[in-house]
Structures are given as structure tokens and as C-alpha cells.
């Protein structure tokens, strides 16, 4: 009777690639490890909630800060207001007089004009100190009559100056269909305008000078006839408008 042989182990031995045996001494093989998948970390989200909060805050404290410098100016300028009473200057035509007006060619004006204005300084408190200022004439319908200048001062508080200018033109250049308008007329509507730099002195204090814009506008002013010149005429009801003219980078307002 033949003797049978039974196998130690009913598993299967594995095998190398050359068919020998990956076991020694009859040790179970190890058990199969599943292979594991690298998935990446996703990155971390970006701050923007520290970042809006801070923009937040910096926009907060820049407005309490612009709200601080408004109130500061107001009150600064409430306490100003109550201790001077501050006052623009008042300034009038009081009198005027056209002494030359005539077309030395068709285009080409000669013309004087002699005009005293008269400026007072209501304030009790400040003085004004004006800069050269130069004046023009020019009529109704746009044509140059004139220019002129007089010196600077300085206008003491309570004070009435009157400011004494001739305006005049050799041969200024005037637009055919202006010339015409003007020619055969007894008056001639005029506009005066006044401009300079102006200063305030309070006490030992003076500030720095901002320009100012002073118009005179309904002047009828007669015209010379031939070789008489015109009468001096009164104005005092001619009023002028003060307009302070503010420079900004390139431009004047």
C-alpha cells in the first residue's frame, strides 16, 4: 500500500519571476499591501478678510480725521468771524470822463479815458495791501478802449481811498463790424475792470496775497465831439462788483 503525502500548507507558494520559490523555511508570505493614491493638499485660501478689515479701518480713521479738520476750520473760523468781522472792500466809479475817442484808421482806435475810483475799507480791525493794479476799458459790444495802471497801497481800517488811473490806446486794433457800431455815436456804454493782488494785515499778522477781480459795468460815457473834449461826469450810484480770483495748479477761478 502505497504512503500519501499531504502538503503543509494548502496555500499556494509564490513564485519569482524564474518560477523558484519566494519563501524560506516554509514562513507565510506577507499579506498584500493596496496602493495607496497621492491626492495633493489643496492651498490655503488667501487672507481677504484681513485684508478688508484693515482697508476698513484705514478708511474709518482717514474720515474721523477729514471730520476733525472740518470742524477745527469752522471753528477757527466761527471764532475769526466774531472777533474781526471781516469785510470785503466796496469800490465805486465816482467820476469818469472820455477826453479822446476817435478811428485813426478804419480799424485802429486812439482813446483816453480818466476815471477816478473810489474804495473804502469798512473794517475796524484789518487793513488791505494791494499790489499794482492794472485797469482796462473795453465797450459794451467787446472792443478794447483802453489800459492803464496805478501803484499798490495800503488801505488802513475805516479808510476811503480814491484811485486816480488814465486808460488809454494808440492805434488798438478793433473788428471792422465793432468799429462801425461805435462810429456816429453821441455815448458809448463802457465796462471798467480793476485787477490786482490783495493782502490782509491784522494787527502784526499779514497773509499771503490772493488776486481779486473788481468790475464796474454800466458807464455811458459821452463821446468828444471833434476838438472839445467831454465833460467830467459825477457817478457816485456807479457800483462795482469784487470778485477774488483763486489759482488752482494751471487754472484761475
Known sequence: MADRVYPSSSRPTPMNGNGASTVSGGAAPPPAMKPQQYRPRPP??????????????????????????ILAAAIAGGVFWVLYRPHRPDFTVSSF?????????????????????????????????YDQISISASASNGAQIGSGSVPGFVHPTKNTTRIKASVSGSGIAVDPSLASDLKGKSTVALEIVLETKVGVKIGGLKTKRVGIKVTCDGIQAAVPNGKRPAAKVEAPDVKCKVKPRIKIWKWTV
Not at 48 to 56: E, F, K, Q
Not at 102 to 129: M, Y
Open 44 to 69: 490655503p485660501p488667501p487672507k481677504r478678510r484681513r485684508r478688508r478689515g484693515y482697508c476698513c479701518f484705514c478708511c474709518l480713521w482717514i474720515t474721523f480725521i477729514l471730520i476733525a479738520l
Open 97 to 129: 470822463r472820455l477826453s479822446a475817442f476817435n478811428f485813426s484808421s478804419p480799424g485802429h482806435l486812439d482813446s483816453r479815458l480818466d476815471v477816478n475810483v473810489t474804495t473804502r475799507n469798512p473794517n475796524k480791525k484789518i487793513a488791505f495791501l
